[in-house]
């Protein structure tokens, strides 16, 4: 498994995201919704341009991410960048500091 940080210019219907999240949606998309869901949840405001989102998703397709962003990702980011991290806590301890993008 390959965990990457993610990096996305969030779409200005973010709120719509936040509405399939709240509902249950992206949970029971298979086999990834959980994950998806978790580093949603926890996606950070990158501070450096403030329109981006960061986050941590652990994803074994090639490319990355490939169905997740068929389903949810294409709708409500543009822009996706990927670079590989060491682990899934080694990537969020890189973004901890940063504001959620939920933050108002």
């Known amino acids: 498994m390959t965990f990457y940080l993610v990096k996305a210019k969030v779409k200005n219907h973010i709120l719509e995201l936040r509405q399939e999240m709240e509902s249950g949606k992206i949970k029971k998309l298979v086999p990834y919704g959980n994950s998806l869901h978790y580093s949603l ?20 397709c090639s490319p990355p991410l490939v169905m997740e962003r068929e389903c949810v990702l294409d709708r409500y980011f543009d822009d996706l960048l990927v670079e590989i991290v060491e682990s899934e806590k080694a990537g969020w301890a ?3 500091d940063k504001p959620s993008i939920w933050a108002e």
Not at 45 to 51: I, L, M, S, T, W
Not at 52 to 58: F, G, N
């Open 94 to 96: 890189k973004i901890k």
């Open 41 to 60: 949840e926890n996606a950070k405001r990158d501070d450096k341009d403030g329109v981006s989102a960061l986050w941590i998703e652990e994803d074994y």
